[in-house]
């Protein structure tokens, strides 16, 4: 299949073709670029030298050389992009969260603009293969979800319809490495302002925050609103959640591991690490793969969940990668069964 | 004053002669250390090259030379060093965790031994000044607080007494940084597994808990059960506490920002920030103070604030001095008025 | 080819397993472990969930279950391992110290110890494949070349013979990653002890130093001595070496570049940056690949070079198995086709 | 003394604030920022929340109001504000380049552009106070040295007139924390780019290098040319220079350490370690102080020295405000006395 990749040269673009160059199944046709056009991608990024991709400007044009795009952008730019490709009939798996949610509203009240194409909103199927493999199959836009979203509906799945959890309760505190903030420069990512500290940012207001309660009030079948407070980590990658719910039903800690067992059985990207080994984010560096663990506090009566990724990987281009292999009919691990790298 | 310190080595035993080296009103007669002594302490430590101390064995003997005794041992040790204090008439401020909890029980419960020395629990003042300056006045023996419980219990004492939040709804989701884990080596703080990453842990079963809800139980006039999840961020330094509460009254953020201010007003080492503005853990590099900010999400009915400080600081040796200053009748900010550095 | 991993669980082993479980040419048949006999690698290393290798105590009689056996012990270990793989013909690719000197006075010298096995030091193929390709195809026993050492002989390779510079001008600044030092605790390797700063170690006595000579011998047909010295750089993988050397010939950057060119042409793992672009260590983060570049600095008759590996992989694990490939008859890059992570 | 600094917001303005607003003989009159005019210095640094000081537009009419002024501005931007101080015999501390070179045609060479006010180029007193103490006491205009040159200067002052190294060989291998490159946000200290990676710039032909040549070449009594390369390394603070000369006669360890040690008896912040104990950036975290240590590599007949600051401190504005008090007539170690901070 030949790929095409709008915004390559930011970090999910550039962690696309890191992935795709070696993918069996692909072939990048194009990579395109605003600030770099013209010039060999290895340029800007001369870990990939010997790497022969020139960038280029995008233009509706383009699509014709590709089966599938993938589309690399900051919010709000997605829209008309995804419209050349439905024209042309190309289909397309978007990064940017422009396509997640389902209600034109939402997207307004959060990202503080009218949506530029309101009338694709539902016909983007959220790209999390755990849960919609079936839907992602045959679908023509792809909205991949976002790296925090990824982590929370990751550990909550297995509790949707189960009743054991009170929705309401849901508590999400979630820290990220820096590379989420991507390669744009700002005082937020200046090295001397990261390092060896640690901050919370978006209080109360993330953007992800409709994004997870949508997902969650599909699992719950009920409205959800949940509390989420992301933080910025002094690393580059790396994403955990840690996440608490109060039970509503008397359950003990093996019963839920055998509920999460099952499943994930058979997931490729999805592991339950052992009773009191806890996700640790270098576990994923580089990989595709989500660690989970959990305990019941009994005490409290609490469910304690602890997930993470690699952002740029399952919580981006990765997961972007397995969305593409299940468009393309491919087992869903082609290309990304690296294991992650310690130390 | 003349002052000791027993267990002068570790990472709070060297923060406490780093301060108190400096301290107007304050001699260091002594520093123990059972490991290096015979040694000069800037061998151990060359960027204290020029301080003339020599590290000596721990014997009641010294006790003399001292009229305030500083311990900066590891948990279960602190007993008969006390003991020996207290017979010779020593003030005592215990760094360690021997003396902050009330109940010999709740000690065995969480620590996992007996402890030594129960007739004197409750004889141990907890050290936190900003709630408890009048009886720290009058010690004999000052229980200096552990970080988290801290971080925690400055952002929740403006609460106390006041019936905004619902106290069972309580959790406290906590980042510190690696040398809050001391100088022992260990796998868990071997650089190569600790950078670029981060993990919970003693996810439920951290012994601050106790320690925690202890204190919480006395500002909220009932028993309280928190969560308590901590985890390790690839940082030298620092801690940050995200905390979250059910609001049991309708009350908005300028009425809560109000009672913080009155509850800080004149207070050196507290600070409230201003709306928006979050705490970030290298603002307390070095210092000790607290940083704190709070948000009311309107959409969950949930409080949320957020505190950090410098764990070796506030959160143990610079907290400690602080008690001294107490015990001496000093200024409270003699040898604290430094103001974290940045970058 | 089956394969055998005598050492597994330290870092340059682990890092083994992970090239080598996805080689598509090679099949772990054992892994050994002294401190964790019995139990899964995975359970050690959890990031690698899902791979089921068993760790077993080492002895002879697992020699029968390998084509090639790769040794990851600590210098002074491998003798005997050696000596019961030469026993039994299976070839071996040792990644330690022990048979990389070709004399062994020179060992005992800089090790400190009489060397186990001095008969098997000659027969040692030195295994930088750049240089040594043929020697190591026909080897029994391939000593692994050290992580300073390959920096330093990539950089220095194409000038041998060329009479360009005084051999006897060479000065090696080393800065490493702290994985280089293994994953045995250490106050040398405690993260709040190494995060945030840089030291230098080993000035003038680093051990690696003999091997960088003997081998720059070779390349100028002269005895060579140099000043080397190692920095530790708080980072968790990556090496970088910058190299001086005075100019014997007028020679300008063009005429150099074009030498290195040439010398590096087709090879997979060497790369010449373009002028100006200097090396930056996380361009080999977790390849196989080292990036080099040159000036000539006119005003002091002077050529620096600056190279850089991932210590763990060109500069240990990875290099093992371009040796592994060249001795199976493989593709050189198989398995080791991956260009860095960035970021 | 009354003091105005000017460029109060970048990161040696602020640490001169840090510096001076604890300093018992300066009061700080005005603080300038171009950007952030009118607005609390803590609003822009929290970590200050509590001081009260309001950043104002610079104009030469402040000028009044102080008794020294430091002037903490980028390159090429210091003439004006000198000339205006000139004028109102207001003496001078400028952090920045512009008055460090003797030379006019040195500067235009090296900073690629013509210098303002070459007239006073030779008036500019080198600010080295260990070196230049007598002369700094009757300056009108101080040029504090640049931080690498300070590192070299200090491990290099020693030897002066002394014929015992061939100035000719001098080679500087040296390595920075990052915040020397200031606030200014850039890709090159995009935290993503910088963390976990080490990577040499300005490969013969970073500014510093002229200035150390000058000072050198008074020192050797010669013209100097040295090769100089920095690195940037994933640290927030510190600087350390690796220096490497060839010893022109013969001389060992112990005559050279007695050198030093006399050298710099009685200095407060210059500190030879004992033998074997290499210089740790985080030495002098915060602190003013220079680490020294050397060591005779008798095979190579070299003199190797390695010498650390911290680059805001020593290597910026703890070494401005050393050269204040010498200015003002007070004790060198005012306001200056910490000892550096560990872990």
Redesign the interface.
Known sequence: MKVGIVGATG?TG?QLV?IL??HENAEISFVTSQSYAGRQLA?V???????DLVLTEYSPALLQRCDCLFIALPHGLSGPVVADAREQGVKVIDLGADFRLDDAGTYQQWYGSEHSHPQWLRQGVYGLPEINRAKIGNAQLVANPGCYPTTVLLALAPLADKGLVNPGSI?I?A?S???GAG?K???T?????????????G??SHRHTPEIEQELGKFFNAEV???F?P?L??????M?S?I?ASLSKTVNEDELRAIYQDYYQGEPFV?L??PG???????????NRC?LNL?V?Q??G?L?L?S?IDN?VKGASGQAVQNFNILAGLPEDTGL???????
């Open positions: 970090y550039v890191q160059s070696r340029e990024y001369p870990h990939l030298a010997g790497l508590i505190d820290k490495g820096v590379s390669r420069v700002s005082l990512t200046h090295y001397s302002e990261v390092n060896d500290s640690i901050t919370a940012y209080v109360a609103k949940v509390s407070t933080h980590v002094p690393m580059t990658r790396g955990l840690t608490y592991q690490l052992s080994q806890w996700p640790k984010t270098k576990y994923c560096y580089g990989s660690f305990t506090d005490r409290t609490r304690i602890v993470c740029l069964a690296g294991m992650g790298m310690m130390p």
